[in-house]
């Protein structure tokens, strides 16, 4: 029997250390939403000034800007990036749903990069509408617009 009790105390250390870590990962994983592990394949593209190339990036919306109505309708917004750069966001409205944002807001974006010296354009924010190209989305507040 104290055998067993020793078994119960030392699994209970076990369960209560992993609580406590996995509890401390989440605290920092949640302060750290926008860092550049959520951001490294823009980053990437950024440094390498890639073009045509799909990338996911979590960032806060750092401002909000007119909507482009020459042509298709795109809702325009910035991104900022850990680096401190900036992402100018084009989303389709003619495709997808408009988003609400806000500046300050925080959002993920799956989309087409194509660089530019102002820090590049994610596009192609909405489901393929021709099935020759991935589609994206922009996940916002428990909401996929796509």
């Given at each position: 029997m104290p055998q067993l009790q020793r078994f119960k105390i030392a699994d209970l250390i076990?369960?209560?250390?992993?609580?406590?870590?996995l509890a401390a990962c989440s605290s920092v994983a949640d302060r750290a939403v926008t860092g550049p592990a959520e951001?490294?394949?823009?980053?990437?593209?950024?440094?390498?000034r890639a073009s045509n190339m799909e990338v996911t990036v979590t960032a806060p919306?750092?401002?909000?800007?007119?909507?482009?109505?020459?042509?298709?309708?795109?809702?325009?917004?910035?991104?900022?990036?850990?680096?401190g750069s900036t992402v100018?966001?084009?989303?389709?409205t003619g495709e997808?749903?408009?988003?609400?944002?806000?500046?300050?807001d925080q959002?993920?974006?799956h989309g087409e990069f194509i660089w530019n010296k102002k820090g590049g354009v994610l596009h192609w924010t909405h489901h393929s509408d021709n099935g020759r190209h991935e589609g994206g989305y922009i996940d916002y507040q428990g909401r996929r617009y796509q």
């Open positions: 076990v369960c209560l250390s992993c609580c406590l870590g951001q490294m394949q823009i980053l990437s593209a950024q440094q390498q919306v750092r401002k909000l800007l007119p909507d482009d109505t020459e042509g298709l309708p795109h809702q325009r917004f910035l991104l900022e990036l850990a680096n100018l966001v084009a989303h389709n997808a749903p408009r988003v609400p944002v806000q500046a300050g959002v993920t974006v």
